[in-house]
């Protein structure tokens, strides 16, 4: 069935969007198209990471209600299931983006250059493999997910970046209570040496990070990172309260909590700031800790984890998602 959705969001980011998603184009229901058209502003950008925090032009240096970045992309999709549990996805976007002076002046590699504003093309294709038995919190199976994308085609400026991604996840089922979770994610760019701020990865922007490094950023053109942890389920169970609960969708409420063990290590490579993030810049970061997980309706999981990381540094976060 054909989507159209209109999304209006403010605050921090102001954004508008429009989605339009149609699934199947051909008989098999086999193909799928679907675009996308995002216009977004911010008062306050981050221009650097210093120490591993983003750091931002905000209202104390260019005053308040004054916009300081604005970004407007259009994209369209292509999306082919050969078999059930695979899937290719391709897209060509358009991508035009501006910052205020501020930015350039304290960072003129923002978008390289001491430019102020840039437009490129941007291409990108991924492969998912996908047999795990639950998509939002799984005890066995695995899954293989792999992509490279492309920014700028030389066709309206310098842009000239390739980036490239990899995960792998695999879970084991030992018994009715006991399960293991295993991760590994890498992440690349070329050229590595020369790549503006903007478009520079690391671990803290994607989904990849370790654990108890929820509010560091580690900036890199590459890095590998592997999550490993031990569960043992408490209880699971789901409860109807259709008599005292009107809405349709909220009457059935399943819940599972896991008491869990984890190990978490990584490397990057970070050749443009690491004299700005020397602590955990082009070292071995390792994380270890306990947690609690509950899994409840709509992909929801509680994550409450305590962690000690690499510099010996003690963490307790609380996330709404699922470590991988």
Do not use: C
């Amino acid at each position: 069935m054909e989507k159209l959705t209109l999304r209006a969001q403010f605050g921090f980011t102001r954004k508008f969007e429009v989605f339009y998603d149609l699934p199947y184009i051909d008989k098999n229901r086999k193909t799928g198209i679907g675009f996308k058209v995002s216009y977004s502003e911010n008062d306050q950008v981050a221009y650097e990471t210093r120490d591993h925090w983003l750091q931002f032009v905000g209202i104390n240096e260019v005053g308040i209600g004054t916009v300081q970045r604005k970004r407007f992309y259009s994209q369209f999709g292509f999306e082919r299931r050969n078999r059930f549990y695979s899937r290719h996805n391709m897209t060509i976007g358009y991508h035009d983006q501006w910052v205020g002076d501020t930015v350039v002046s304290l960072n003129p590699n923002y978008f390289g250059g001491a430019l102020s504003s840039i437009q490129f093309f941007k291409l990108g294709y991924s492969y998912t493999y996908d047999v795990r038995n639950i998509a939002f919190y799984p005890t066995k199976g695995h899954m293989l997910q792999a992509g490279v994308e492309k920014e700028g085609l030389g066709l309206l400026g310098p842009l000239d970046v390739w980036k490239l991604y990899g995960n792998a996840s695999k879970y084991f089922s030992l018994s009715k209570r006991w399960s293991t979770g295993h991760y590994l994610s890498g992440f690349g760019t070329l050229p590595r040496d020369t790549v503006p701020y903007f478009t520079y990865g690391g671990l803290g922007y994607r989904n990849d990070l370790l654990r108890g490094f929820d509010l560091k950023v580690i900036n890199s053109t590459s890095y590998l990172i592997m999550k490993n942890e031990l569960r043992f389920m408490v209880f699971s169970f789901t409860r109807k309260y259709d008599k005292i609960v009107p809405i349709k969708q909220f009457q059935t409420i399943p819940a599972s909590l896991f008491v869990k063990a984890f190990i978490d290590v990584g490397t990057s490579h970070d050749p443009y700031t690491a004299a700005l993030n020397p602590e955990f810049a082009n070292n071995g970061i390792w994380a270890w800790g306990l947690g609690l997980d509950l899994a409840t309706f709509y992909d929801l999981v509680f994550r409450l984890e305590y962690s000690r990381i690499s510099n010996n540094e003690n963490n307790l976060f609380l996330n709404l998602h699922a470590a991988f």
